[in-house]
């Protein structure tokens, strides 16, 4: 395991990159199917990272709590090298009810990853819809807790939710950025 803190490729104010990807529903799910959502938290996430793995329920309780908030988990990792990362790994994941992001999707061939600038595994990206597009309000952390075993000094995600509700108040963020820590993408 190579650990790895997320760095900035996006700068606030910039666009989200377009994609298309493939979902654990079956379906292709592209950044302008969020449209008819006021933010969009991007996360590159995966199955088998510990780190990952520890902020499930921290994604979980995001997507739960904030309707007007599409999240939206993207596995880029290597499923070859690493097979727990596998398409019908995600899909079991979603069916068994571990993960309830609003989707789940694969980036087999990691370009939309690489667009982003993501390097970890949870490397969260917060977008603002701007002008009918979504444009980078916070990219970092999810909370203060980052190690697999620690426990965050407020609830699961609690900094994610303040950047969160500043969006959906028209405020600008102003938490710095505060890097998300995490296994590294697992890049072919």
């Not at 921290?58 to 990792?77: K, M, P, Q």
């Not at 998300?180 to 890049?187: L, Q, V």
């Amino acid at each position: 395991m190579t650990l790895e803190e997320s760095a900035r490729d996006l700068e606030r104010g910039d666009s989200a990159p377009g994609f298309e990807l493939p979902g654990t529903d079956g379906a292709s799910h592209a950044l302008v199917d969020y449209h008819d959502h006021d933010a969009l938290l991007v996360v590159f996430t995966c199955n088998h990272c510990p780190y990952a793995q520890a902020k499930i329920e921290a994604l979980n309780g995001l997507a739960e709590s904030y309707e007007e908030v599409a999240v939206v988990g993207i596995n880029a990792n290597d499923a070859e090298e690493y097979p727990d990362d596998s398409f019908e790994r995600m899909q079991e994941l979603v069916e068994d009810g571990t993960v309830r992001y609003d989707a789940y999707l694969r980036d087999e061939s990691q370009e939309v990853a690489r667009a982003y600038g993501a390097v970890c595994t949870p490397d969260p990206f917060l977008f603002a819809k701007r002008d009918g597009g979504f444009e980078l309000a916070y990219h970092g952390r999810l909370d203060d807790a980052t190690g697999p075993d620690e426990e965050p000094s407020g609830e699961h995600g609690f900094e994610m939710a303040g950047a969160i509700e500043s969006v959906l108040t028209g405020v600008p963020v102003d938490q710095q950025f505060q890097p998300s820590r995490g296994c590294s993408i697992k890049w072919k």
